[in-house]
Protein backbone atom coordinates (compact mmCIF):
# COMPACT_ATOMS: atom_id res chain seq x y z
CA UNK A 1 0.00 0.00 0.00
CA UNK A 2 0.78 3.51 -0.86
CA UNK A 3 1.10 6.30 2.36
CA UNK A 4 0.62 10.20 1.28
CA UNK A 5 1.53 12.84 2.98
CA UNK A 6 0.75 16.40 1.69
CA UNK A 7 1.97 19.22 3.57
CA UNK A 8 2.54 22.90 2.60
CA UNK A 9 -0.82 24.23 2.64
CA UNK A 10 -1.84 27.53 4.78
CA UNK A 11 -3.69 30.97 4.80
CA UNK A 12 -2.28 33.05 1.85
CA UNK A 13 -3.60 36.47 0.25
CA UNK A 14 -5.23 36.64 -3.20
CA UNK A 15 -2.42 37.12 -5.88
CA UNK A 16 -0.28 34.91 -3.88
CA UNK A 17 1.76 31.84 -3.85
CA UNK A 18 1.72 28.48 -2.14
CA UNK A 19 3.94 25.32 -3.19
CA UNK A 20 2.19 21.95 -2.10
CA UNK A 21 4.29 18.77 -1.13
CA UNK A 22 3.17 15.01 -1.15
CA UNK A 23 5.43 12.58 -0.03
CA UNK A 24 5.15 9.10 -0.86
CA UNK A 25 6.12 5.70 1.25
CA UNK A 26 6.34 3.49 -1.39
CA UNK A 27 10.06 1.93 -3.14
CA UNK A 28 8.23 2.17 -6.63
CA UNK A 29 6.80 6.14 -6.72
CA UNK A 30 8.21 6.06 -10.03
CA UNK A 31 5.86 3.60 -11.43
CA UNK A 32 2.92 5.70 -10.96
CA UNK A 33 1.44 8.54 -12.36
CA UNK A 34 0.19 10.85 -9.64
CA UNK A 35 -2.53 14.01 -9.57
CA UNK A 36 -3.80 16.62 -7.20
CA UNK A 37 -7.32 16.72 -7.07
CA UNK A 38 -8.97 19.67 -4.59
CA UNK A 39 -12.68 20.22 -2.62
CA UNK A 40 -14.16 23.39 -1.69
CA UNK A 41 -16.18 23.44 1.29
CA UNK A 42 -18.69 21.41 1.22
CA UNK A 43 -18.37 20.91 -2.56
CA UNK A 44 -17.89 17.93 -5.11
CA UNK A 45 -13.64 16.90 -6.32
CA UNK A 46 -12.32 19.07 -8.86
CA UNK A 47 -9.63 17.19 -10.40
CA UNK A 48 -6.47 20.00 -10.87
CA UNK A 49 -3.58 18.37 -11.91
CA UNK A 50 -1.62 15.02 -13.16
CA UNK A 51 1.87 14.20 -14.05
CA UNK A 52 2.94 10.80 -15.50
CA UNK A 53 5.36 8.49 -14.23
CA UNK A 54 8.22 10.18 -15.54
CA UNK A 55 7.35 13.37 -15.01
CA UNK A 56 7.28 13.95 -19.22
CA UNK A 57 3.64 14.35 -19.64
CA UNK A 58 1.57 17.26 -17.57
CA UNK A 59 -2.30 18.54 -17.51
CA UNK A 60 -4.23 21.15 -15.92
CA UNK A 61 -7.46 21.56 -15.33
CA UNK A 62 -8.80 24.92 -17.18
CA UNK A 63 -9.84 26.64 -14.19
CA UNK A 64 -5.48 26.79 -13.05
CA UNK A 65 -3.94 26.36 -16.22
CA UNK A 66 -1.33 29.25 -16.27
CA UNK A 67 -1.34 29.58 -12.65
CA UNK A 68 -0.52 26.22 -11.28
CA UNK A 69 2.35 23.59 -11.98
CA UNK A 70 2.70 19.94 -11.18
CA UNK A 71 6.28 18.17 -10.71
CA UNK A 72 7.97 15.72 -9.68
CA UNK A 73 11.29 14.85 -8.24
CA UNK A 74 11.26 10.75 -8.42
CA UNK A 75 14.43 10.36 -6.00
CA UNK A 76 12.68 12.15 -3.56
CA UNK A 77 9.38 10.35 -3.59
CA UNK A 78 7.68 13.82 -3.92
CA UNK A 79 5.27 15.63 -6.28
CA UNK A 80 4.95 19.34 -6.03
CA UNK A 81 1.99 21.86 -6.98
CA UNK A 82 3.00 25.34 -7.24
CA UNK A 83 0.51 27.27 -7.32
CA UNK A 84 0.63 30.89 -8.41
CA UNK A 85 -1.88 34.16 -8.80
CA UNK A 86 -4.17 32.22 -5.83
CA UNK A 87 -7.54 33.79 -6.22
CA UNK A 88 -10.50 33.41 -3.41
CA UNK A 89 -12.29 30.13 -5.25
CA UNK A 90 -8.86 28.28 -4.86
CA UNK A 91 -9.67 28.26 -1.32
CA UNK A 92 -9.92 24.14 -1.06
CA UNK A 93 -8.68 20.88 0.23
CA UNK A 94 -6.05 19.91 -1.68
CA UNK A 95 -5.63 15.77 -2.19
CA UNK A 96 -2.66 14.06 -3.75
CA UNK A 97 -3.45 10.69 -5.69
CA UNK A 98 -1.83 8.12 -7.13
CA UNK A 99 -3.40 7.93 -10.99
CA UNK A 100 -3.37 10.33 -14.00
CA UNK A 101 -3.82 7.45 -16.52
CA UNK A 102 -5.78 5.49 -14.33
CA UNK A 103 -7.75 5.05 -11.53
CA UNK A 104 -7.28 6.86 -8.35
CA UNK A 105 -6.01 4.40 -6.09
CA UNK A 106 -4.14 5.80 -2.76
CA UNK A 107 -5.22 9.03 -1.28
CA UNK A 108 -3.58 11.64 1.10
CA UNK A 109 -5.15 13.43 4.25
CA UNK A 110 -5.31 16.33 2.23
CA UNK A 111 -3.97 19.64 3.02
CA UNK A 112 -5.92 22.65 3.41
CA UNK A 113 -4.96 25.97 1.44
CA UNK A 114 -7.23 29.16 2.67
CA UNK A 115 -6.79 32.30 0.12
CA UNK A 116 -8.21 34.96 1.82
CA UNK A 117 -7.10 38.72 2.44
CA UNK B 1 -14.63 17.85 -21.70
CA UNK B 2 -16.99 14.92 -20.49
CA UNK B 3 -19.59 15.82 -18.42
CA UNK B 4 -21.24 13.63 -15.59
CA UNK B 5 -24.21 13.60 -14.06
CA UNK B 6 -25.33 11.49 -11.33
CA UNK B 7 -28.25 11.07 -9.99
CA UNK B 8 -30.57 11.07 -7.88
CA UNK B 9 -28.99 13.86 -5.82
CA UNK B 10 -30.15 12.71 -2.50
CA UNK B 11 -30.50 8.76 -1.98
CA UNK B 12 -32.33 8.32 1.39
CA UNK B 13 -32.47 4.55 2.32
CA UNK B 14 -32.35 2.31 5.24
CA UNK B 15 -29.86 -0.48 6.34
CA UNK B 16 -30.43 -3.41 4.34
CA UNK B 17 -31.89 -1.93 1.16
CA UNK B 18 -30.80 -1.70 -2.03
CA UNK B 19 -29.27 1.35 -2.97
CA UNK B 20 -28.40 2.12 -7.12
CA UNK B 21 -26.73 5.21 -8.27
CA UNK B 22 -26.47 6.30 -11.51
CA UNK B 23 -23.19 8.58 -13.60
CA UNK B 24 -24.80 9.67 -17.18
CA UNK B 25 -21.24 11.06 -18.94
CA UNK B 26 -21.82 13.87 -21.94
CA UNK B 27 -20.46 11.32 -24.39
CA UNK B 28 -18.59 7.55 -24.69
CA UNK B 29 -16.26 6.90 -21.72
CA UNK B 30 -12.97 5.68 -23.08
CA UNK B 31 -12.38 1.98 -22.76
CA UNK B 32 -14.88 2.33 -19.48
CA UNK B 33 -12.24 4.01 -17.80
CA UNK B 34 -14.82 5.13 -15.25
CA UNK B 35 -14.05 5.20 -11.26
CA UNK B 36 -16.51 5.48 -8.16
CA UNK B 37 -15.35 6.45 -5.31
CA UNK B 38 -16.80 7.04 -1.59
CA UNK B 39 -16.15 9.92 0.64
CA UNK B 40 -17.33 9.86 4.30
CA UNK B 41 -17.16 13.54 6.32
CA UNK B 42 -13.66 15.08 7.37
CA UNK B 43 -12.32 11.80 5.24
CA UNK B 44 -10.49 11.30 2.14
CA UNK B 45 -11.96 9.80 -0.98
CA UNK B 46 -11.81 6.15 -1.09
CA UNK B 47 -11.63 3.88 -3.88
CA UNK B 48 -14.12 1.52 -4.61
CA UNK B 49 -14.50 0.19 -8.26
CA UNK B 50 -12.74 1.06 -11.52
CA UNK B 51 -12.72 0.25 -14.73
CA UNK B 52 -16.59 0.52 -14.48
CA UNK B 53 -16.74 -3.04 -13.06
CA UNK B 54 -13.61 -3.73 -11.05
CA UNK B 55 -13.65 -4.04 -7.46
CA UNK B 56 -10.61 -2.12 -5.93
CA UNK B 57 -9.01 -4.00 -3.17
CA UNK B 58 -10.66 -4.41 0.22
CA UNK B 59 -13.81 -3.59 -1.24
CA UNK B 60 -16.95 -5.61 -0.04
CA UNK B 61 -18.61 -7.64 -3.17
CA UNK B 62 -22.31 -5.62 -1.59
CA UNK B 63 -20.66 -2.91 -3.97
CA UNK B 64 -20.71 -3.68 -7.52
CA UNK B 65 -20.37 -1.41 -10.92
CA UNK B 66 -21.89 -1.72 -14.51
CA UNK B 67 -22.46 0.11 -17.44
CA UNK B 68 -20.27 1.29 -20.34
CA UNK B 69 -20.49 3.95 -23.26
CA UNK B 70 -22.28 6.82 -21.44
CA UNK B 71 -24.64 4.98 -18.57
CA UNK B 72 -22.88 3.98 -15.75
CA UNK B 73 -24.73 2.38 -12.51
CA UNK B 74 -23.14 1.66 -8.91
CA UNK B 75 -25.34 -0.71 -6.87
CA UNK B 76 -25.07 -1.40 -3.11
CA UNK B 77 -26.78 -4.69 -2.55
CA UNK B 78 -27.72 -4.28 1.47
CA UNK B 79 -26.51 -1.24 2.53
CA UNK B 80 -24.47 -1.59 6.01
CA UNK B 81 -24.68 1.46 8.65
CA UNK B 82 -20.91 2.32 7.32
CA UNK B 83 -22.17 2.65 3.72
CA UNK B 84 -23.94 5.86 4.11
CA UNK B 85 -21.87 9.19 2.70
CA UNK B 86 -21.21 10.44 -0.46
CA UNK B 87 -20.60 8.84 -3.98
CA UNK B 88 -18.84 10.54 -6.50
CA UNK B 89 -18.15 8.71 -10.30
CA UNK B 90 -14.75 10.10 -11.83
CA UNK B 91 -13.43 9.06 -15.79
CA UNK B 92 -9.88 8.95 -16.48
CA UNK B 93 -10.31 7.96 -20.12
CA UNK B 94 -9.85 11.55 -21.66
CA UNK B 95 -8.36 14.85 -20.06
CA UNK B 96 -9.47 16.72 -18.27
CA UNK B 97 -10.36 14.10 -15.40
CA UNK B 98 -13.40 14.86 -14.34
CA UNK B 99 -16.09 13.46 -11.46
CA UNK B 100 -19.77 13.81 -11.11
CA UNK B 101 -21.26 16.21 -8.06
CA UNK B 102 -22.02 13.40 -6.37
CA UNK B 103 -25.10 11.28 -5.00
CA UNK B 104 -25.55 11.85 -1.01
CA UNK B 105 -26.89 8.31 0.29
CA UNK B 106 -28.37 9.37 3.76
CA UNK B 107 -30.64 7.50 6.74
CA UNK B 108 -34.23 7.16 5.92
Known amino acids: EVQLLESGGGLVQPGGSLRLSCAAS????????MSWVRQAPGKGLEWVSGISASGGITSYADSVKGRFIISRDNSKNTVYLQMNSLRADDTAIYYC??????????WGQGTLVTVSS | EIVLTQSPGTLSLSPGERATLSCRASQSVTSSYLAWYQQKPGQAPRLLIY???SRATGIPDRFSGSGSGTDFTLSISRLEPEDFAVYYCQQYGSSPRTFGQGTKVEIK
Open chain 1, 26 to 33: VSTFSDYG
Open chain 2, 51 to 53: GAS
Open chain 1, 97 to 106: TTGYYYHFEF
